[in-house]
């Protein structure tokens, strides 16, 4: 199985949701944009939320594929923003010296 970094390396989707989702990283906060998907008193660590999210967003993007009247690109935005956002955590928690409670990974 593929390490979930490489995985997200290799998506491909619109530049458009992607610039986007790098814009609402930069303001990403954990606490506040993984309730809105999990909706846990205690959240999941960086490497388990990043892969939940990672399925969220493939339906998001199978819908979107589709043309299904259903799909919101907000929503989809949203998604990638947290996708990002965990990414980030979980790379900083894997450097050398990194202080591993800081992204619970």
């Given amino acids: ?12 989707r ?3 949701l992607i610039t986007a989702a790098r814009i609402g990283a930069d303001h990403y ?5 993984l309730r809105r998907f999990f909706g846990l008193a205690r959240l999941p660590r960086s490497g388990e939320a990043l892969q939940q999210l990672m399925e969220i967003e493939a339906q998001h993007n199978d819908n979107r594929r589709a043309d299904d009247a259903a799909y919101a690109v907000t929503a989809h935005v ?19 010296g990194a202080d591993a409670g800081r992204a619970e990974a």
């Fill in 1 to 12: 199985m593929q390490d979930i970094l490489t995985r997200l390396a290799t998506l491909r």
């Fill in 78 to 96: 949203e998604v990638m923003i947290a996708i990002l956002g965990e990414a980030r955590l979980l790379a900083l928690s894997r450097q050398p």
């Fill in 14 to 16: 619109p530049n458009v």
């Fill in 29 to 33: 906060r954990r606490d506040r944009h």
